[in-house]
């Protein structure tokens, strides 16, 4: 089967959680062949990828959001008065669904992006979304606004890519939105992966963002949980990686029946015997994190300083990439130098994940918003306790649900506390007896719920079942797109 | 998780704000006004011409030199009136005030280079003394230089001044040939009649004088620096080029044909004319004064306060609702004060053409003439009405508008011209009334349909504009060669 994958910022071109599950899943099902659909914010011809492609991938079609169309001859706008209707219920969120979807894909009815974004039309159905809205801003900025915000719609909704079997989306967002309109288009199944909560996370920066005027931010918000419920609505499965997610989906008006939750997955075999036998005099804290604010990387570094008061001997690695937000990390770097913690805390960059798990005595992870961080069940899978913030998965992974029987492997803490983390580091300091009984307890759980093959396995019988789907119903309705091609 | 999400910062960021609607003033408009002074000063010294003291002399000659000086300066003027006009509205809303001189500079140098290849031309032709052609040369230059200066003048809007300049010239040039026509001048060839042009010269040099005072005070430096960075516009804005040369050319072509049809004369071996055609459209021209004095304080007042109040709105964060008042508002204004241009326009044309036919039958002339003149008052009642619309259109930056509207006067002037040209004197000027008129409607029927839907067009970029291209490549090289 031809699966094609939509990855939003991630896969092949900037690593990360979302991007190496992408590599593992398409290595453990060679059966199948892949088309990456890699959605990017710009054309960059000399972006070099970071995942070296496995032999299963056909190929790999670069999609940027910013295109700039060159200036040609302006092409019509020609639609009905019942489809004019169509887009304005959709561009003022009275409805979603593939009927606007269907119409924004077809050149010959609205012409290229640019071309719509200039019509008469576009500009009426402008002019009834800010009537409904706020009506007492700025118009000439909630015209801007609105270009801005569709014109990278339509540049992903008419873009020309080759015909696969299966559309897999992991994100929702522009990722979710492309994935549907592909599956309406091939008439396939769309399975829509959610790491974290896409939606959840554009609102957090929305409402942060001061370059946004107060006025649009309502309308930012509205946009992105549309896309999202656009995705939710022509998925044929909607799958979470935990359960709190779930309820969010759910929230955010998927179907109860396409719900499903499949964690991630680690292969065991790879971090057994990594462990250090017993602990030495100094203790070895490491974290594998990208360097960018969404992982707080300054309350890890303010937890040193705070353990350094203690007078706990201890080495704090931070290992992973620091050039994604060059600017963070100058900042974490200067941070380090103004807390005179250059001799305990490295930021050791890009590093052999395996070798810090050999030295490493506790794990540490303080983001303030996280999905189902895989490195945390690398370190589970290798033995080693946990310190974390209590976000995404973490306190499922940390102390287990109802039903499972290990016990803790680490503690949760609130987000932004470094007294809390520094605490529990030095509890571990204080208790190196428990650090292998926190240790064994996590790799437990990972033997019992969070296996790769496991996963491998679900996916597969997930994609199986949606291809079943179409070729039982080929035109029929299970598959909401059928109606609509 | 991953996703563009902080990328978009800077994607969106670029695109927001960005493009604000901008008011412009193409009062470039008043500039057309003197030209009228300078054409009724030739009227008048024509008329004074035959009581002359000197009594060998062709005051034909004295007219078509003129004549000839007036045309061809205001097409080549033409071609560069809207682009320097842009260009100078443009400066002055960045408040680059700095770059005007070298602006108006670089534009009579370019006109002077045109003016200067077309007399050379003439010479080759001409078989009249060299001081002759000479003095025809500067007549032509000093013509140059007041259409440029006023156009720098007006966008001062010192409109009272320019008029003033012009009236004072044209007098001047008036008492300088009655002076002449009671003096006992030494019977020479061409002596007399250079003399008569040397008084016109003088009487355009007291207006450029009088122009340049005014001028001093607007530049507040002296720079030569990109002397000819104006020509870029040319790819910018190709429109505005080709309407202003178009407009101007399609004013004289009918005049231009019939010097070589039936009835047409060579005078002193050099100048083809039309002595009663030429005559006939000075004559109807002098009748449109009217349509530029109402122009001036209808359109420039009462409707320019409603057209920068909608512009000031847009940009300054007006809502929809405040804004469709303010456009409901200026499209009132518009459309009212068109129809009362058209109205006032209409009632001196009419009796116009009342008292030429009431003198015909008083005195009696020869018919053709009579319809010449007929048809000129119609036809130069369209065209004036015609450069309003486009005007106007330039205003609502519809310059595609604008140029199709030239492009109709100046193409169906010269067709009709060329048909009817075979069928003898007694249809001349029907082409002319006829294609002014078929461009005025179509005009006046773009600027309506443009008006209807104004708010999306203020909206929306609706033409592309031009890329770096030939003039901009050039502008930057006769800058450089300039300044070494």
Known sequence: MKVGIVAEGSYPFVSGGVASWIQTMMKQMPEHQFVIYAIVPRHEPDEEMKYELPDNVAGVEIIPLEKTETVRKRSEVKLTAEECGILEDWFSFRSTGAGALKILQDRSKVGSGTSFLDSEVFYSIVKSCYRLEDGSASFLDYLWMMRAMYKPVLALLQEELPEVDLVHAVSTGYGGLLGSVLSMRFGCPLILTEHGLYTREREEEIIQADWIPPICKDRWIRFFRQLSEEAYGQAHRVISLFERNRAFQLEGGASPDSLEVVPNGVDLSVYENLRKPRPEERMVIVSVLRVVPIKDVKTMIYSAWLLKKRGVPFEFHLVGPRKEDPLYAEECAELIARLELSDEVFLTGPGDVQAYLRQADVLVLTSISEGQPLAMLEGMAAGIPWVTTDVGSCKELIEGTEADPFGPCGFCVPPVSPEAVADRLAWFFDHPEQLHVYGDAGRERIRAYYQLHEVVWRYQQIYLDAAGKRRETHGGNRVPAAENV | MAGIGFQLQKMFKDDHFSSNAKAYGYTAMVTAGPWLVVLATLLIIQRILPFSKTADFDGRLVVASISYCFIF???????????????????????????????????????????????????????????????????????????????????????????????????????????????????????????????????????????????????PEWGTRDLFKFLSYIDVFPHLMWTGLLYNAGLWVCNIMIWFGAGSTLIAGTFKVHLQYDTAIFLAYLTIIPTYMFFVVSIETRFYEKYKRYYGLINNGGSLGAIEQAMKDMQGTLAGEIKRLIRNQSIVTFAAILLTVLLFFNYGHDSDFLFMRLFGYVGAFSNALLLVNILLMLYFEDRKGAFRSAVIFFIMNAVLTYILLPTGESNYGLSFATGSSIAFIYSLNRLMNLMDSIEYHVFTPTQPKGAAGFFTRWSVRLSERFNQ
């Open chain 2, 73 to 219: 300066s205001q097409i080549i003027f033409g071609a560069l009136q809207l682009i320097v006009t842009r260009y100078v509205s443009d400066r002055l809303y960045e408040r680059d005030t700095k770059s005007l001189f070298s602006v108006f500079l670089g534009a009579l140098i370019v006109q002077g280079a045109a003016a200067l290849l077309l007399w050379l031309v003439f010479c080759l032709w001409s078989v009249l003394p060299g001081m002759y052609n000479l003095l025809l040369l500067f007549l032509f230059m000093s013509l140059l230089i007041i259409w440029t200066q006023s156009v720098f003048l007006t966008a001062a809007k010192q409109y009272m001044t320019i008029v003033r300049a012009f009236v004072t010239g044209g007098a001047t040039a008036v008492l300088l040939t009655i002076l002449l026509s009671i003096t006992t001048i030494p019977d020479r060839p061409f002596l007399y009649e250079g003399l008569v042009v040397l008084a016109f010269l003088a009487g355009m040099m007291v207006t450029a004088l009088f122009l340049s005072r005014m001028l001093i005070g607007m530049f």
